[in-house]
């Protein structure tokens, strides 16, 4: 499959080229766009067969429902009906932005699009590019993360154009994501609003907006008699070739180097992604991801990537905290070292 590629400058469009990605996705074709979250593999929403061509190109379980984009909140009444007030104060307070809610889907949203599912996940994001395509091709527009189904999600374009190319039919390069981690998903079609993802936008933050929410269980911790809520949570996910431990607990910087040295008479190679005020503690290939939640979360996806790329074979990630930011940070390392954790 022969892709368009295109650069574009967030604060200086150049709507000429970004029109040829929009022609395509009329076309019922698939294009990869930036987001302030991470990199997004569109095609139209309303259109099964389009909505098809996403699934196969991500190698992606077909009852995993996808996220449909808009670039304005009025647009949320032509999909989803029965929204309760709370919905409609947090998609008027964080949109556009890095939240997603889930309505009650009305008929005009495919089954293939929500995984056959009566409800249907929305979002308008507040990347520039993302909002003048969603104009330019006037359809909302399904897009999961840009990756191969259980991979890191993209957070640049050069990931986006390692993985993807010739699997998709345009790919829409725009920088390097704003927050580096998927948004936070929200369920108002229960009584009380759940959260099903965590993200950027806080519990703490929807808290102040519409008082008491619940977070599902299951996505801290991994236990085989919690069911995840949300379908896309019970897949491997994020996960490098590496193998990957979370490190907590005492003397970490002394033990982790132990366990290098150990790797390494054994012929493996170890890397360690931790806070950079901890860089040079370690030995080993060290990525460091800044100091404070946005920076960390936002370096995260793209170290896991360029761990690959070093060839290592064991990541050694430093356990960053649970509160805010973190919890959505530690979610998605929990994930990608499939829930091992060496406490010391
Ligand atoms: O930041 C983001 O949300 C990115 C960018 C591209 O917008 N998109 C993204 O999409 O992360 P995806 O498909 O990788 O994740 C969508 C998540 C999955 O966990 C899926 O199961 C859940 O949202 N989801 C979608 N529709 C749902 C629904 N109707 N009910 C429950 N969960 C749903
Ligand atoms: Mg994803």
Redesign the pocket.
């Known amino acids: 499959m022969e892709t368009i590629i295109s650069y574009i400058d967030e604060n200086n469009i150049d709507i000429e080229e970004l029109k040829k990605h929009a022609k395509l996705l009329k076309e019922g074709k698939t294009v990869i766009f930036p987001t302030e979250t991470v990199y997004g593999l569109g095609a139209n929403a309303l259109d099964e067969k389009a909505v098809s061509k996403i699934y196969e190109a991500k190698g992606r379980p077909s009852d995993n429902p996808l996220i449909v984009h808009i670039n304005n909140i009025t647009k949320v009444y032509d999909l989803a009906e029965n929204i309760s007030d709370k919905a409609k104060l947090v998609m008027e307070k964080f949109w556009p932005g890095p939240l997603t809610v889930i309505l009650k889907k009305k008929s005009i949203v495919p089954n293939k699009t929500t995984g056959g599912l009566e409800s249907v996940a929305i979002r308008v994001p507040s990347n520039k590019i993302a909002l003048k395509l969603l104009e330019l091709c006037d359809t909302p527009i399904s897009a ?2 840009a ?1 191969i189904s259980g991979r890191p ?1 993209p957070t640049k374009g050069s990931h986006v154009i390692e993985e993807m190319n010739k699997r998709v039919n345009g790919i829409v390069v725009g920088g390097k994501s704003d927050f580096g981690l ?1 948004s936070t998903v929200i369920d108002f079609t229960g009584k009380v609003p759940i959260i099903l993802r965590p993200g950027v936008i806080s519990k703490e933050d929807l808290e102040k907006v519409i008082g008491k929410i619940e977070i599902d269980k299951s996505l801290l911790i991994k236990k085989d008699t919690v069911k995840p809520k949300s379908p ?1 949570m019970k897949y491997t ?1 994020y996960s490098p070739s590496a193998d990957v431990f979370i490190v907590s607990g005492n003397n970490i910087f002394e033990n982790v180097n132990n366990l290098i040295k150990e790797n390494q008479k054994r012929n493996l190679k170890s890397g360690v992604i931790c806070k950079s005020e901890n860089k040079n503690l370690y030995t080993g290939e060290v990525i460091e991801l800044g100091d404070t939640p946005l920076d960390i979360g936002s370096n995260l996806f793209d170290a896991l990537i360029e761990m690959d790329k070093r060839n290592v074979d064991i990541i050694y990630a430093e356990e960053f905290g649970y509160e805010g930011v973190y919890q959505a940070i530690m979610n998605r390392l929990l994930k990608a070292s499939g829930y091992k954790v060496l406490k010391f």
């Open positions: 999961p993360s990756n999600s998927e896309g996910h």
